[in-house]
Protein backbone atom coordinates (compact mmCIF):
# COMPACT_ATOMS: atom_id res chain seq x y z
CA UNK A 1 0.00 0.00 0.00
CA UNK A 2 1.09 3.59 -0.94
CA UNK A 3 0.73 6.61 1.70
CA UNK A 4 1.79 10.25 1.24
CA UNK A 5 4.56 10.37 4.66
CA UNK A 6 3.03 13.17 6.92
CA UNK A 7 5.54 15.11 8.62
CA UNK A 8 4.84 18.21 10.85
CA UNK A 9 7.87 20.03 10.77
CA UNK A 10 7.69 23.38 8.06
CA UNK A 11 8.48 23.33 4.65
CA UNK A 12 11.34 25.46 5.32
CA UNK A 13 12.66 23.32 8.57
CA UNK A 14 13.50 20.12 6.46
CA UNK A 15 16.76 19.35 5.06
CA UNK A 16 18.36 16.59 2.88
CA UNK A 17 18.66 15.68 -0.81
CA UNK A 18 16.60 17.86 -2.82
CA UNK A 19 16.05 17.13 -6.68
CA UNK A 20 15.18 20.73 -8.38
CA UNK A 21 14.45 21.73 -11.59
CA UNK A 22 14.04 25.41 -12.08
CA UNK A 23 11.26 26.15 -15.11
CA UNK A 24 10.71 29.26 -17.33
CA UNK A 25 7.60 29.24 -19.39
CA UNK A 26 7.23 25.29 -18.00
CA UNK A 27 10.99 24.48 -19.67
CA UNK A 28 13.59 22.72 -18.05
CA UNK A 29 16.28 25.50 -17.93
CA UNK A 30 18.33 23.73 -14.89
CA UNK A 31 17.87 20.63 -12.72
CA UNK A 32 19.86 18.33 -10.82
CA UNK A 33 20.19 16.59 -7.27
CA UNK A 34 21.39 19.23 -4.11
CA UNK A 35 23.18 17.33 -0.71
CA UNK A 36 22.53 19.49 2.71
CA UNK A 37 20.12 21.96 1.29
CA UNK A 38 16.18 22.85 2.28
CA UNK A 39 13.36 24.02 1.11
CA UNK A 40 13.52 27.23 2.49
CA UNK A 41 15.93 29.27 0.50
CA UNK A 42 16.39 26.74 -2.66
CA UNK A 43 15.37 29.05 -5.18
CA UNK A 44 17.65 31.39 -4.66
CA UNK A 45 20.29 28.59 -4.01
CA UNK A 46 19.88 27.34 -7.47
CA UNK A 47 19.72 30.25 -9.07
CA UNK A 48 15.67 31.09 -9.76
CA UNK A 49 15.26 34.31 -11.40
CA UNK A 50 11.96 36.53 -11.61
CA UNK A 51 9.07 34.32 -13.73
CA UNK A 52 11.04 31.34 -13.02
CA UNK A 53 9.63 28.41 -10.81
CA UNK A 54 11.62 25.45 -9.20
CA UNK A 55 9.87 22.04 -9.02
CA UNK A 56 11.50 20.30 -6.03
CA UNK A 57 11.10 16.68 -4.22
CA UNK A 58 12.36 16.33 -1.01
CA UNK A 59 13.96 13.02 -0.81
CA UNK A 60 13.87 10.60 1.91
CA UNK A 61 13.22 7.09 3.42
CA UNK A 62 15.44 5.45 0.50
CA UNK A 63 14.97 1.75 0.93
CA UNK A 64 16.58 -1.39 -1.25
CA UNK A 65 14.16 -2.50 -3.42
CA UNK A 66 15.12 -6.50 -4.25
CA UNK A 67 15.25 -6.99 -7.77
CA UNK A 68 12.30 -10.16 -8.06
CA UNK A 69 10.11 -7.93 -6.59
CA UNK A 70 10.48 -4.52 -9.03
CA UNK A 71 7.55 -4.85 -10.41
CA UNK A 72 5.51 -5.59 -7.20
CA UNK A 73 6.88 -2.28 -5.54
CA UNK A 74 7.22 0.16 -9.07
CA UNK A 75 3.39 -0.19 -9.57
CA UNK A 76 1.62 1.84 -11.78
CA UNK A 77 -0.14 4.09 -8.81
CA UNK A 78 3.50 4.91 -7.33
CA UNK A 79 3.88 6.55 -10.31
CA UNK A 80 4.40 10.06 -9.14
CA UNK A 81 4.20 9.34 -5.18
CA UNK A 82 7.60 6.51 -5.11
CA UNK A 83 11.35 8.10 -6.97
CA UNK A 84 13.86 5.27 -7.83
CA UNK A 85 17.18 4.91 -8.00
CA UNK A 86 19.55 2.48 -10.23
CA UNK A 87 23.07 1.33 -9.08
CA UNK A 88 25.21 -0.37 -11.49
CA UNK A 89 28.77 -0.41 -10.61
CA UNK A 90 29.77 3.34 -10.41
CA UNK A 91 27.17 4.89 -12.11
CA UNK A 92 23.77 5.64 -10.08
CA UNK A 93 20.47 7.44 -11.68
CA UNK A 94 18.16 8.56 -9.30
CA UNK A 95 14.81 9.83 -11.16
CA UNK A 96 12.28 12.20 -8.50
CA UNK A 97 8.75 11.47 -8.14
CA UNK A 98 7.82 14.73 -10.28
CA UNK A 99 10.05 13.53 -13.04
CA UNK A 100 7.98 10.70 -13.62
CA UNK A 101 4.48 12.93 -14.09
CA UNK A 102 6.29 15.86 -15.82
CA UNK A 103 7.93 13.04 -18.01
CA UNK A 104 4.76 10.71 -17.98
CA UNK A 105 7.40 8.01 -17.81
CA UNK A 106 6.85 4.30 -16.35
CA UNK A 107 8.96 2.79 -14.10
CA UNK A 108 10.17 0.20 -16.63
CA UNK A 109 10.76 2.84 -18.82
CA UNK A 110 13.20 4.52 -16.45
CA UNK A 111 15.03 1.18 -16.30
CA UNK A 112 15.05 0.46 -19.88
CA UNK A 113 16.59 4.25 -20.47
CA UNK A 114 19.36 3.37 -17.80
CA UNK A 115 20.53 0.50 -19.30
CA UNK A 116 20.79 1.96 -22.50
CA UNK A 117 22.26 5.05 -21.76
CA UNK A 118 25.08 3.41 -19.52
CA UNK A 119 25.29 -0.19 -22.43
CA UNK A 120 24.28 -2.63 -19.49
CA UNK A 121 22.92 -5.56 -20.12
CA UNK A 122 19.89 -6.18 -18.24
CA UNK A 123 21.15 -9.95 -17.21
CA UNK A 124 24.62 -8.38 -15.65
CA UNK A 125 22.17 -5.36 -14.25
CA UNK A 126 20.05 -8.31 -12.64
CA UNK A 127 23.46 -9.89 -11.27
CA UNK A 128 25.53 -7.13 -9.73
CA UNK A 129 22.49 -4.02 -10.19
CA UNK A 130 20.76 -2.33 -7.02
CA UNK A 131 17.37 -0.55 -7.10
CA UNK A 132 16.08 1.90 -4.08
CA UNK A 133 12.22 3.51 -3.73
CA UNK A 134 12.20 6.50 -2.05
CA UNK A 135 9.60 8.95 -0.92
CA UNK A 136 9.37 12.74 -1.71
CA UNK A 137 7.65 16.12 -0.38
CA UNK A 138 6.98 18.19 -3.32
CA UNK A 139 7.11 21.79 -3.64
CA UNK A 140 6.70 24.23 -6.28
CA UNK A 141 8.58 27.01 -5.19
CA UNK A 142 8.19 30.44 -7.73
CA UNK A 143 11.19 32.78 -7.79
CA UNK A 144 9.81 35.04 -4.97
CA UNK A 145 7.52 33.59 -2.86
CA UNK A 146 6.28 30.78 -0.78
CA UNK A 147 6.42 27.64 -1.58
CA UNK A 148 3.43 25.62 -2.64
CA UNK A 149 3.16 21.55 -1.17
CA UNK A 150 2.29 19.15 -3.73
CA UNK A 151 0.80 15.46 -4.18
CA UNK A 152 2.09 13.45 -7.11
CA UNK A 153 2.45 16.80 -9.08
CA UNK A 154 -0.96 18.19 -8.42
CA UNK A 155 -3.08 19.68 -5.36
CA UNK A 156 -5.44 17.14 -3.63
CA UNK A 157 -9.15 18.20 -4.17
CA UNK A 158 -11.89 17.29 -1.51
CA UNK A 159 -15.27 16.84 -1.55
CA UNK A 160 -16.99 20.09 -0.49
CA UNK A 161 -19.37 20.42 1.95
CA UNK A 162 -21.67 22.73 0.41
CA UNK A 163 -22.89 20.42 -2.61
CA UNK A 164 -21.93 18.54 -5.65
CA UNK A 165 -22.41 21.83 -7.67
CA UNK A 166 -19.39 22.94 -6.25
CA UNK A 167 -17.22 20.26 -8.32
CA UNK A 168 -19.80 20.01 -11.26
CA UNK A 169 -19.50 23.64 -12.28
CA UNK A 170 -15.76 23.95 -12.62
CA UNK A 171 -15.52 20.42 -13.99
CA UNK A 172 -18.05 21.11 -16.60
CA UNK A 173 -16.96 24.60 -17.52
CA UNK A 174 -13.28 23.82 -18.12
CA UNK A 175 -14.26 21.03 -20.12
CA UNK A 176 -16.24 23.27 -22.20
CA UNK A 177 -13.52 25.85 -22.27
CA UNK A 178 -11.29 23.42 -23.14
CA UNK A 179 -13.29 22.10 -26.37
CA UNK A 180 -13.91 25.26 -27.39
CA UNK A 181 -10.00 26.17 -27.20
CA UNK A 182 -8.85 23.07 -29.08
CA UNK A 183 -11.68 22.85 -32.19
CA UNK A 184 -9.68 22.99 -35.11
CA UNK A 185 -11.04 25.11 -38.10
CA UNK A 186 -12.83 22.22 -40.04
CA UNK A 187 -14.60 21.89 -36.73
CA UNK A 188 -12.57 18.57 -35.37
CA UNK A 189 -11.59 17.99 -32.03
CA UNK A 190 -7.97 16.34 -31.20
CA UNK A 191 -8.94 12.69 -30.12
CA UNK A 192 -5.66 11.68 -27.46
CA UNK A 193 -2.81 14.31 -26.80
CA UNK A 194 0.11 14.24 -25.07
CA UNK A 195 1.07 16.66 -22.84
CA UNK A 196 4.47 15.72 -21.83
CA UNK A 197 5.88 15.99 -25.65
CA UNK A 198 3.24 18.42 -26.64
CA UNK A 199 1.83 16.18 -29.23
CA UNK A 200 -1.36 14.64 -30.73
CA UNK A 201 -1.31 10.99 -30.82
CA UNK A 202 -2.60 9.24 -34.19
CA UNK A 203 -5.14 7.05 -32.54
CA UNK A 204 -8.54 7.34 -33.69
CA UNK A 205 -11.89 6.52 -32.26
CA UNK A 206 -15.32 7.64 -34.01
CA UNK A 207 -17.56 6.90 -30.85
CA UNK A 208 -15.65 8.55 -28.80
CA UNK A 209 -15.65 10.98 -30.88
CA UNK A 210 -19.06 11.24 -31.44
CA UNK A 211 -19.69 11.36 -27.49
CA UNK A 212 -17.56 14.90 -27.30
CA UNK A 213 -20.42 16.37 -29.81
CA UNK A 214 -23.23 14.90 -27.63
CA UNK A 215 -21.74 16.40 -24.17
CA UNK A 216 -21.01 19.47 -26.12
CA UNK A 217 -24.35 19.77 -27.66
CA UNK A 218 -25.84 19.40 -24.03
CA UNK A 219 -23.55 22.13 -22.37
CA UNK A 220 -24.21 25.09 -24.89
CA UNK A 221 -28.22 24.02 -24.31
CA UNK A 222 -27.47 24.54 -20.45
CA UNK A 223 -25.57 27.44 -20.45
CA UNK A 224 -27.76 28.48 -23.34
CA UNK A 225 -24.58 30.02 -25.17
CA UNK A 226 -24.70 30.36 -28.77
CA UNK A 227 -20.84 29.79 -29.23
CA UNK A 228 -21.06 26.32 -28.04
CA UNK A 229 -24.30 25.35 -29.75
CA UNK A 230 -22.49 26.18 -33.26
CA UNK A 231 -19.29 24.54 -32.07
CA UNK A 232 -21.29 21.50 -32.00
CA UNK A 233 -23.10 21.29 -34.76
CA UNK A 234 -19.51 22.52 -36.68
CA UNK A 235 -17.72 19.22 -34.86
CA UNK A 236 -21.03 17.13 -35.85
CA UNK A 237 -20.78 18.49 -39.12
CA UNK A 238 -17.07 16.88 -39.64
CA UNK A 239 -17.79 14.16 -37.74
CA UNK A 240 -20.15 12.84 -40.04
CA UNK A 241 -18.24 13.72 -43.36
CA UNK A 242 -15.43 11.70 -42.02
CA UNK A 243 -17.13 8.40 -41.14
CA UNK A 244 -20.68 8.25 -42.31
CA UNK A 245 -21.18 6.22 -45.41
CA UNK A 246 -24.38 4.73 -46.86
CA UNK A 247 -24.87 0.91 -46.81
CA UNK A 248 -27.15 0.51 -49.45
CA UNK A 249 -30.92 -0.85 -48.53
CA UNK A 250 -31.64 2.95 -46.85
CA UNK A 251 -29.03 2.00 -44.41
CA UNK A 252 -26.12 3.85 -42.97
CA UNK A 253 -22.88 3.54 -40.81
CA UNK A 254 -20.05 5.09 -38.98
CA UNK A 255 -17.07 3.65 -41.08
CA UNK A 256 -13.84 3.64 -39.71
CA UNK A 257 -10.05 1.59 -40.70
CA UNK A 258 -11.37 -1.33 -38.13
CA UNK A 259 -14.96 -1.71 -39.48
CA UNK A 260 -18.31 -0.20 -38.61
CA UNK A 261 -19.46 -0.50 -35.00
CA UNK A 262 -23.02 -1.09 -33.66
CA UNK A 263 -22.34 1.83 -30.98
CA UNK A 264 -21.04 4.27 -33.40
CA UNK A 265 -23.66 4.08 -35.73
CA UNK A 266 -25.97 4.76 -32.39
CA UNK A 267 -24.04 7.45 -30.89
CA UNK A 268 -23.41 9.23 -34.21
CA UNK A 269 -27.38 9.38 -34.44
CA UNK A 270 -27.82 10.15 -30.94
CA UNK A 271 -25.47 13.04 -31.35
CA UNK A 272 -28.09 14.20 -34.43
CA UNK A 273 -31.50 13.32 -32.52
CA UNK A 274 -29.43 15.89 -29.62
CA UNK A 275 -28.56 18.83 -32.03
CA UNK A 276 -29.83 22.31 -32.38
CA UNK A 277 -29.21 21.80 -36.30
CA UNK A 278 -30.37 18.34 -36.44
CA UNK A 279 -32.85 19.22 -39.80
CA UNK A 280 -29.36 19.92 -41.71
CA UNK A 281 -28.98 16.03 -40.98
CA UNK A 282 -32.32 14.03 -41.31
CA UNK A 283 -31.26 12.33 -43.80
CA UNK A 284 -28.07 10.57 -42.52
CA UNK A 285 -30.45 10.53 -39.11
CA UNK A 286 -32.31 7.88 -40.96
CA UNK A 287 -30.07 6.06 -42.51
CA UNK A 288 -28.06 5.55 -39.09
CA UNK A 289 -31.70 4.32 -37.46
CA UNK A 290 -32.33 2.11 -40.70
CA UNK A 291 -28.41 0.62 -39.69
CA UNK A 292 -29.21 0.10 -35.98
CA UNK A 293 -32.62 -1.04 -36.83
CA UNK A 294 -30.52 -3.81 -39.03
CA UNK A 295 -28.59 -5.16 -36.23
CA UNK A 296 -31.37 -6.60 -34.25
CA UNK A 297 -30.94 -9.91 -33.21
CA UNK A 298 -33.46 -12.12 -31.63
CA UNK A 299 -31.60 -14.14 -29.18
CA UNK A 300 -28.78 -11.24 -28.45
CA UNK A 301 -30.41 -8.29 -28.80
CA UNK A 302 -28.05 -6.82 -31.44
CA UNK A 303 -25.34 -7.66 -33.53
CA UNK A 304 -22.62 -5.57 -32.65
CA UNK A 305 -20.55 -5.10 -35.79
CA UNK A 306 -22.09 -4.24 -39.74
CA UNK A 307 -18.79 -5.32 -40.67
CA UNK A 308 -16.11 -7.25 -40.42
CA UNK A 309 -18.06 -9.97 -39.80
CA UNK A 310 -15.85 -12.30 -37.68
CA UNK A 311 -15.69 -9.14 -35.25
CA UNK A 312 -19.53 -9.55 -34.26
CA UNK A 313 -20.10 -9.87 -31.27
CA UNK A 314 -17.39 -7.89 -29.60
CA UNK A 315 -17.80 -5.60 -27.28
CA UNK A 316 -21.35 -6.21 -26.76
CA UNK A 317 -21.28 -4.92 -23.07
CA UNK A 318 -21.09 -1.74 -24.14
CA UNK A 319 -22.71 -1.13 -27.78
CA UNK A 320 -25.88 -3.27 -26.84
CA UNK A 321 -26.20 -0.16 -24.53
CA UNK A 322 -25.79 2.52 -26.46
CA UNK A 323 -28.33 1.37 -29.14
CA UNK A 324 -31.34 1.35 -26.55
CA UNK A 325 -30.25 4.69 -25.31
CA UNK A 326 -30.62 5.63 -29.19
CA UNK A 327 -33.46 3.52 -29.37
CA UNK A 328 -35.18 4.96 -26.20
CA UNK A 329 -34.55 8.59 -26.95
CA UNK A 330 -35.44 8.53 -30.35
CA UNK A 331 -39.05 6.91 -28.66
CA UNK A 332 -39.07 9.87 -25.72
CA UNK A 333 -38.79 12.24 -29.22
CA UNK A 334 -41.90 10.23 -31.21
CA UNK A 335 -39.21 10.00 -34.14
CA UNK A 336 -40.54 7.65 -37.52
CA UNK A 337 -37.79 5.24 -37.21
CA UNK A 338 -37.95 4.65 -33.59
CA UNK A 339 -39.08 1.06 -32.09
CA UNK A 340 -42.31 -0.34 -30.58
CA UNK A 341 -42.42 -0.53 -26.62
CA UNK A 342 -42.89 -4.32 -27.67
CA UNK A 343 -39.38 -4.45 -29.89
CA UNK A 344 -37.35 -2.58 -26.76
CA UNK A 345 -38.49 -4.70 -24.37
CA UNK A 346 -37.73 -7.99 -26.30
CA UNK A 347 -34.53 -6.62 -26.81
CA UNK A 348 -34.33 -5.09 -23.02
CA UNK A 349 -35.14 -8.58 -21.39
CA UNK A 350 -32.19 -10.77 -23.86
CA UNK A 351 -29.90 -7.96 -22.82
CA UNK A 352 -30.80 -8.54 -18.93
CA UNK A 353 -30.41 -12.42 -19.35
CA UNK A 354 -26.90 -12.10 -21.15
CA UNK A 355 -26.00 -9.36 -18.78
CA UNK A 356 -26.69 -11.87 -15.33
CA UNK A 357 -25.62 -14.67 -16.95
CA UNK A 358 -22.12 -12.84 -16.86
CA UNK A 359 -21.99 -9.61 -15.55
CA UNK A 360 -19.61 -6.40 -16.80
CA UNK A 361 -19.68 -2.62 -15.26
CA UNK A 362 -18.71 -1.47 -18.62
CA UNK A 363 -22.69 -2.87 -19.31
CA UNK A 364 -24.18 -0.67 -16.30
CA UNK A 365 -24.09 3.03 -17.56
CA UNK A 366 -25.67 3.25 -21.13
CA UNK A 367 -28.57 0.55 -19.90
CA UNK A 368 -29.11 2.43 -16.72
CA UNK A 369 -29.48 5.41 -19.06
CA UNK A 370 -31.53 4.15 -21.55
CA UNK A 371 -33.84 2.27 -19.03
CA UNK A 372 -34.50 5.28 -16.77
CA UNK A 373 -35.65 7.02 -19.96
CA UNK A 374 -37.99 3.95 -20.84
CA UNK A 375 -39.50 4.18 -16.78
CA UNK A 376 -39.72 8.07 -17.34
CA UNK A 377 -41.60 7.19 -20.36
CA UNK A 378 -43.77 4.32 -19.47
CA UNK A 379 -43.22 3.91 -15.90
CA UNK A 380 -42.93 0.25 -16.40
CA UNK A 381 -41.26 -1.35 -13.12
CA UNK A 382 -39.40 -4.08 -15.08
CA UNK A 383 -37.25 -1.24 -16.43
CA UNK A 384 -36.33 0.60 -13.00
CA UNK A 385 -36.14 -2.57 -11.05
CA UNK A 386 -32.87 -3.41 -13.24
CA UNK A 387 -31.51 0.06 -13.49
CA UNK A 388 -31.35 -0.55 -9.60
CA UNK A 389 -30.12 -3.66 -9.84
CA UNK A 390 -27.37 -2.69 -11.76
CA UNK A 391 -26.26 0.31 -9.78
CA UNK A 392 -26.69 -1.33 -6.53
CA UNK A 393 -23.88 -4.15 -8.14
CA UNK A 394 -21.56 -1.49 -9.32
CA UNK A 395 -21.17 0.54 -6.49
CA UNK A 396 -18.63 -1.64 -4.01
CA UNK A 397 -16.31 -1.15 -7.23
CA UNK A 398 -15.68 2.52 -6.30
CA UNK A 399 -12.74 2.81 -4.48
CA UNK A 400 -12.35 5.16 -1.13
CA UNK A 401 -10.22 4.28 1.45
CA UNK A 402 -6.58 2.76 1.82
CA UNK A 403 -5.87 4.18 -1.56
CA UNK A 404 -3.35 7.29 -2.13
CA UNK A 405 -5.73 10.81 -1.56
CA UNK A 406 -5.72 11.81 -5.47
CA UNK A 407 -7.10 8.03 -6.38
CA UNK A 408 -10.39 7.84 -4.54
CA UNK A 409 -13.26 8.14 -5.88
CA UNK A 410 -12.67 5.92 -9.12
CA UNK A 411 -13.74 2.90 -9.88
CA UNK A 412 -11.77 -0.40 -10.00
CA UNK A 413 -12.49 -3.81 -8.96
CA UNK A 414 -8.65 -5.22 -8.20
CA UNK A 415 -9.89 -8.74 -7.81
CA UNK A 416 -11.36 -8.52 -11.47
CA UNK A 417 -8.88 -6.96 -13.98
CA UNK A 418 -10.69 -8.15 -16.66
CA UNK A 419 -12.72 -5.67 -16.27
CA UNK A 420 -10.26 -3.34 -17.04
CA UNK A 421 -7.84 -0.71 -15.68
CA UNK A 422 -8.69 2.57 -13.89
CA UNK A 423 -9.75 5.24 -16.67
CA UNK A 424 -11.48 8.69 -16.33
CA UNK A 425 -13.87 7.48 -18.85
CA UNK A 426 -15.14 4.55 -17.25
CA UNK A 427 -15.87 7.22 -13.79
CA UNK A 428 -17.39 10.11 -15.77
CA UNK A 429 -19.50 6.90 -18.02
CA UNK A 430 -20.83 5.41 -14.66
CA UNK A 431 -21.59 8.48 -12.89
CA UNK A 432 -23.87 9.29 -16.42
CA UNK A 433 -25.62 6.24 -15.60
CA UNK A 434 -25.44 6.87 -11.44
CA UNK A 435 -27.36 10.22 -11.67
CA UNK A 436 -30.12 8.99 -13.77
CA UNK A 437 -30.19 5.92 -11.07
CA UNK A 438 -30.60 9.05 -8.26
CA UNK A 439 -33.75 10.48 -10.22
CA UNK A 440 -35.36 7.43 -10.63
CA UNK A 441 -34.62 6.19 -6.92
CA UNK A 442 -36.21 9.58 -5.79
CA UNK A 443 -38.69 9.42 -7.55
CA UNK A 444 -39.41 5.79 -6.03
CA UNK A 445 -39.03 7.61 -3.09
CA UNK A 446 -36.17 5.04 -1.58
CA UNK A 447 -33.90 7.66 0.80
CA UNK A 448 -31.53 4.89 1.54
CA UNK A 449 -30.60 4.07 -2.05
CA UNK A 450 -30.69 7.84 -2.33
CA UNK A 451 -28.17 8.70 0.01
CA UNK A 452 -26.07 5.69 -1.55
CA UNK A 453 -25.74 7.02 -4.69
CA UNK A 454 -25.41 10.86 -3.91
CA UNK A 455 -22.12 9.75 -1.81
CA UNK A 456 -20.77 7.93 -4.82
CA UNK A 457 -21.88 10.96 -7.26
CA UNK A 458 -19.87 12.99 -5.02
CA UNK A 459 -16.89 10.68 -4.80
CA UNK A 460 -16.71 10.10 -8.49
CA UNK A 461 -17.22 13.91 -9.12
CA UNK A 462 -13.89 14.47 -6.75
CA UNK A 463 -12.08 11.89 -8.94
CA UNK A 464 -12.64 13.38 -12.02
CA UNK A 465 -12.25 17.32 -10.57
CA UNK A 466 -8.60 15.54 -9.39
CA UNK A 467 -8.12 14.51 -13.07
CA UNK A 468 -9.06 17.55 -14.20
CA UNK A 469 -5.94 20.48 -15.22
CA UNK A 470 -7.04 22.98 -13.27
CA UNK A 471 -4.30 25.70 -13.03
CA UNK A 472 -0.82 26.57 -12.72
CA UNK A 473 -0.02 24.03 -10.04
CA UNK A 474 -0.63 21.10 -12.09
CA UNK A 475 0.61 22.22 -15.30
CA UNK A 476 4.30 23.97 -14.48
CA UNK A 477 5.50 21.39 -16.92
CA UNK A 478 3.43 22.09 -19.68
CA UNK A 479 4.68 24.44 -22.37
CA UNK A 480 1.27 24.60 -24.25
CA UNK A 481 -1.36 24.89 -21.39
CA UNK A 482 -3.72 25.28 -23.98
CA UNK A 483 -4.14 22.44 -24.98
CA UNK A 484 -4.72 20.26 -21.78
CA UNK A 485 -6.30 23.44 -19.17
CA UNK A 486 -9.86 21.95 -18.56
CA UNK A 487 -9.15 18.65 -20.03
CA UNK A 488 -8.67 15.05 -18.08
CA UNK A 489 -5.67 13.03 -17.34
CA UNK A 490 -6.92 9.11 -18.14
CA UNK A 491 -5.28 8.82 -14.46
CA UNK A 492 -3.50 10.65 -11.96
CA UNK A 493 0.17 8.89 -12.96
CA UNK A 494 -0.88 9.17 -16.63
CA UNK A 495 -1.42 12.58 -17.64
CA UNK A 496 -2.19 11.76 -21.48
CA UNK A 497 -5.61 13.62 -22.78
CA UNK A 498 -8.07 11.89 -24.02
CA UNK A 499 -11.42 12.80 -25.52
CA UNK A 500 -13.68 10.48 -24.16
CA UNK A 501 -12.21 11.30 -20.78
CA UNK A 502 -13.49 14.90 -21.90
CA UNK A 503 -16.96 13.89 -23.08
CA UNK A 504 -18.11 11.82 -20.50
CA UNK A 505 -16.68 13.59 -17.19
CA UNK A 506 -19.21 16.63 -18.99
CA UNK A 507 -21.91 14.38 -19.57
CA UNK A 508 -21.72 13.45 -15.87
CA UNK A 509 -21.67 17.00 -14.85
CA UNK A 510 -24.01 18.26 -16.40
CA UNK A 511 -26.51 15.43 -15.47
CA UNK A 512 -25.35 16.77 -11.94
CA UNK A 513 -25.93 20.64 -12.38
CA UNK A 514 -29.21 19.70 -14.29
CA UNK A 515 -30.43 17.71 -11.00
CA UNK A 516 -29.17 20.77 -8.67
CA UNK A 517 -31.63 22.73 -10.54
CA UNK A 518 -34.68 20.84 -10.89
CA UNK A 519 -33.93 20.31 -6.40
CA UNK A 520 -33.51 23.95 -5.99
CA UNK A 521 -37.41 24.55 -8.40
Known sequence: MIRSRTKTREAGALAGTIWFCVRKNSRARKRGWLRDASIHGLADRVGARRGDIVEACLADDFRVVPLDRFNDTFIHRARGILGIELTHGRTTERTAPTQMIASNRRFKRVLDRFLKANVIRRRDFERSGTARAFSARQFLIPASGEPAEMFRGSTLVAVPSGGVGEL????????????????????????????????????????????????????????????????????????????FRPLGDGRGAIVESTGAKLGAAALAGLAILESPARDEFLEELNMLAAGVNSLFHRKFGFRTFFFPEERDGENWNFYSGEALLFWAESMRQGAPFAPSLRRYTHVFRRCREQHRRARNPAFVPWHSQANASMFAQTGKRIFADFVLEMNDWLLPMQQWDDLPSDLRGRFYDPRHPNFGPPHAASTGVYLEGLVDALSLVRSLGDPVRAASYERAIARGLRSLRQLQFRGPLDTYYISKKERVLGALRVEAYDNAVRIDSAAHALAAAIKVLQFAEMDSE
Open 168 to 243: AAPLADGIGGWMLANLGGRGEMPYKYWPSRGEESPADNAIRRFLATVALARLGELRNSAEMRAAAVRNLRFNLARY
